[in-house]
């Protein structure tokens, strides 16, 4: 063998010796961000070893339970303009709704019946929209012994501390993406999401108010995939560590609107399937504990491989205009599949899983 062919061999022997060390870890703690960047810049050759790991971990931590969560929108009037989202503001053919008390009780019965116990409050930007009552909607779901989860603006801490009081367990957030001159191309500049660092301090405010919180940026927004990765990871472990809060992280990744000049994903190549697998592999890896959120986003042969790759959290049915479930509304803030409860429940199953309502 020749020296070039033996020192070849050594690395490569090195890297797999390397990989397997921080694998055998992940089984007992969580990975740094030293070793997730190592997994992240690691050859694809490598992906199927460390989603196995992280279904393993899952199930670990979790059992064989897949928890089911819904969304509930609540308004669709939006102070944004994103480029890549159907509720921005000047969509005109989108329809403009906020509940009233009595129509969100409407779409919490049809939800219960169903027997969701994880719900999910949706709301775009408006600032119209009456806190109070938003207050009235998280205590009507947790009479209802509802988990509770709400996906709205950036609000004050104040609020959050309301909120909490109010009965909500969860606020998620997404990012969007972490890095700031990408983040600001896609929000103009005279909008509300325009402002990066209000966004990134209400994750702060809304772990210090005592909320479990979720995490998570739109893949394909960005060229830099690792980049984004380890943000979103170094943001969740940060929290958590200073306040001992249960993470979740989202998943979301680009879904094209009907009616926004972003047709199309700006950069298709981060977005692959494998590079989604290996992403949603990492966070569980990164915090062994946490939810992850793995939506109708996907198509259901997706979602199949993710429940066997890190994703515990997961929701079937899903309408993203308010009044969907049960007043009959039409519309959508993107593109995305949904399937009954049935149906869901029996395709987990089948992957030998539990799904818990």
């Avoid at 609540?74 to 303009?81: G, L, R, Y």
């Avoid at 989108?94 to 409407?106: H, V």
């Avoid at 007043?327 to 899983?353: A, D, P, R």
Wanted: charged letters at 25%.
């Amino acid at each position: 063998m020749s020296l070039i062919n033996i020192i070849k061999r050594t690395l490569f022997l090195s890297l797999m010796e390397t990989i397997e060390k921080i694998l055998q870890k992940s089984l007992e703690q969580d990975l740094n961000l030293n070793e997730i960047g190592f997994l992240l810049n690691c050859s694809d050759d490598y992906y199927d070893q460390i989603i196995h790991v992280a279904d393993n971990v899952t199930k670990k931590i979790f059992s064989n339970k897949i928890m089911f969560y819904v969304p509930l929108y609540i308004d669709s009037f939006c102070a944004n303009n994103c480029l890549y989202c159907d509720y921005r503001r000047d969509n005109e053919d989108i329809l403009r709704k906020k509940l009233s008390f009595n129509e969100f009780k409407k779409e919490v019965e049809y939800l219960d019946k169903q027997g969701y116990t994880m719900i999910e409050i949706v709301s775009s930007t408006d600032f119209n929209f009456p806190f109070e009552r938003l207050k009235e909607f998280v205590k009507y779901l947790k009479e209802k012994n509802k988990i509770t989860l709400m996906n709205n603006r950036p609000l004050q801490k104040q609020e959050y501390i309301d909120l909490k009081e109010s009965g909500l367990d969860w606020s998620w957030l997404w990012m969007e993406s972490y890095i700031k001159e990408h983040y600001q191309r896609y929000h103009p500049q005279n909008t509300e999401k325009y402002d990066f660092e209000k966004r990134t301090i209400s994750f702060e405010d809304m772990a210090s108010a005592g909320l479990n919180v979720g995490f998570g940026f739109l893949l394909g927004l960005t060229p830099d995939f690792n980049e984004e990765v380890l943000s979103t990871i170094k943001h969740a472990k940060t929290l958590k560590q200073k306040y001992n809060i249960k993470v979740a992280f989202g998943t979301p990744r680009f879904c094209s609107p009907n009616n926004a000049p972003l047709k199309n994903p700006p950069y298709p190549d981060v977005m692959t399937d494998e590079k989604f697998r290996l992403m949603i592999a990492l966070y569980r890896l990164a915090i062994r504990d946490s939810y992850i959120n793995v939506s109708t986003r996907e198509d259901i042969n997706m979602l199949k491989k993710l429940w066997l790759g890190g994703g515990n959290l997961t929701n079937p049915e899903v309408q993203t205009i308010p009044g969907g479930y049960s007043l009959g509304n039409k519309g959508s803030q993107f593109q995305h599949n949904s399937y009954s409860c049935k149906e869901f429940t029996s395709e987990i199953k089948k992957l030998g899983l539990i799904p818990i309502l």
